[in-house]
């Protein structure tokens, strides 16, 4: 089985600070991990991901994501929040490399000018 | 770049109505999805398909759902007898391959409001 937890629904930054969501997941075995972007009345937008190898990914936008094998976690940053950030992010995960994923239940970002 | 495409992006039907989702996914494409969204709450998944049939599906892909490639480019979700609680929002989404890349492309969705 496979879960994702965004321990909180809302995060809030001021425009410029860094800013950080969170991941915790639980799969079976070697992890897949994603973070997908949702605009207002759009689709997922794919930010980046983990499979394999460095620690520190990055992705598009200028967000990164730091993968913790030990504390199963995987969350999202960014140094300096813009106001356009300000969106619905989730994280995902599966356990193989085609299937299912499992998503989390959403972190509202808002960055205030 | 090659997006997913899905049509129509909203549709209203009836109670107890048949409907069928449209997708195109990305061509040369392998791995095709079907997610739903109930609004503003998290992502489901609904139904994976690979080589022409379902690889995977949740206890929510019963038996009013059905996918089907009809003809090697569109991916289609079909209800048969709409429930209320059917009205959401459909994802399709596809994947290319099993040696990578390994996201999944998201559609923008089709809205669905079962009355």
């Known amino acids: 089985a496979q879960s994702v937890a965004q321990p909180e629904d809302q995060v809030n930054v001021a425009e410029g600070n860094p800013l950080t969501v969170k991941c915790t997941y639980s799969?079976?075995?070697?992890?897949?991990l994603f973070w997908y972007v949702q605009y207002p009345n759009r689709g997922l937008q794919f930010l980046l991901k983990y499979i394999t190898g460095d620690n520190l990914v990055k992705g598009s936008y200028g967000f990164e994501a730091e993968f913790n094998k030990s504390q199963t976690s995987f969350h999202l940053k960014k140094p300096s929040a813009l106001v356009s950030d300000s969106a619905l992010y989730f994280c995902?995960?599966?356990?193989?490399?085609?299937?299912?994923?499992?998503f989390g239940d959403g972190t509202t970002l808002t960055v205030k000018p | 770049e090659p997006e997913v495409t899905q049509t129509p992006s909203h549709q209203v039907t009836q109670m107890g109505q048949e409907v069928i989702l449209r997708c195109v996914p990305i061509?040369?494409?392998?791995?095709f999805y079907w997610y739903r969204q109930i609004l503003g709450q998290k992502v489901e998944f609904l139904v994976s398909?690979?080589?022409?049939?379902?690889?995977?599906k949740s206890e929510i892909f019963d038996d009013q759902f059905s996918v089907e490639r009809p003809d090697g480019s569109n991916f289609t979700l079909k209800i048969r007898s709409t429930k209320l609680e059917d009205s959401a929002m459909y994802f399709c989404a596809s994947q290319g391959s099993r040696t990578g890349p390994y996201e999944q492309y998201f559609g923008p969705g089709t809205r669905l409001t079962v009355t």
């Open positions: 061509s040369n494409h392998l791995y």
């Open positions: 398909f690979y080589n022409n049939e379902i690889s995977e």
């Open positions: 995902a995960v599966r356990d193989t490399n085609a299937g299912k994923s499992t």
């Open positions: 799969v079976s075995g070697n992890p897949y």
